[in-house]
């Protein structure tokens, strides 16, 4: 009888590995509301996941969580304040994946030169995409799965740089320390390349960046999605980064 329960539940871990899911696990995606995080919210959902998504601006998550439907929860959580980021997760029940969707790369950190950098600029905006991350990070701990994920948002500038992206680069660097020392927990991150949105509604624009691209379009955030889905279904993958970038690295 131990012979025959030991081999079924051999088949069931294995059936488990061939096609994993999402389904009845929980996902917090900070940065949910809008962009790729929410398209992973939606596409998290479709698989029977619980999904809370988080941003700053509560009506934006309103109106979100309107368009994901009841299976969705959200919250408001500060980045740039770590109070506000230890109390958005101190209520939250225990969870298995955690997404860092919320980005500000602005003008401070996209367009100037080293010698001509504001850094008190350039660290508001490192407030979000570094010292959030790390927060969120920090405070998700106590109520993270430890057979669960933490998956990052890089930036394309850290693989194709351009003048005056140095501090754009730094972040993916920290994905494998992160993977060392968090273990078992996962940690990965997706790179996204040029990514259709919303508020980019510029023909002209779009096919400038996007017509020398092996894949000459923009890429829609529900394409994004998709790999942050692979990572946090992917149980033998951390330390990595998924690019998404239509061929841009080829070109």
């Not at 927990?185 to 996007?210: H, K, M, Y």
């Not at 994004?224 to 980064?241: D, F, H, I, P, S």
Request: with cysteine.
């Amino acid at each position: 009888m131990s012979e025959t329960i030991s081999t079924n539940q051999t088949n069931d871990q294995k059936m488990r590995t061939l096609h994993p899911s999402l389904r009845g696990q929980r996902v917090v995606i900070v940065g949910g509301n809008s962009g790729t995080g929410y398209a992973a919210a939606e596409c998290a959902l479709a698989e029977g996941a619980q999904v809370t998504i988080a941003s700053s601006d509560g009506a934006n998550v309103e109106a979100a969580l309107a368009r994901l439907g009841e299976s969705a929860s959200g919250g408001v959580v500060n980045v740039r304040e770590e109070a506000s980021v230890a109390r958005f997760f101190g209520e939250l029940a225990d969870f298995d994946h955690l997404i860092y969707a919320a980005g500000d790369w602005g003008p401070p950190l996209l367009s100037v030169a080293i010698t001509r950098m504001d850094f008190r600029s350039a660290g508001e905006a490192l407030n979000v995409n570094f010292w959030g991350a790390l927060m969120a990070i920090k405070h998700a701990q106590a109520h993270l799965s430890s057979s669960g994920s933490i998956t990052l948002t890089d930036k394309i500038l850290a693989h194709k740089a351009q003048k005056g992206t140095v501090p754009s680069t730094v972040f993916e660097h920290m994905i494998r320390g992160l993977a060392v020392d968090l273990a078992p927990v996962r940690v990965n991150a997706v790179c996204p390349g040029f990514t259709l949105s919303d508020e980019l509604a510029n023909p002209e624009l779009i096919r400038e960046q996007t017509q020398h691209l092996l894949i000459p379009r923009g890429g829609d955030p529900a394409e994004m999605a998709q790999a942050y889905l692979y990572l946090m279904r992917g149980g033998y993958t951390t330390g990595q980064v998924l690019v998404v970038d239509g061929g841009l690295m080829l070109v």
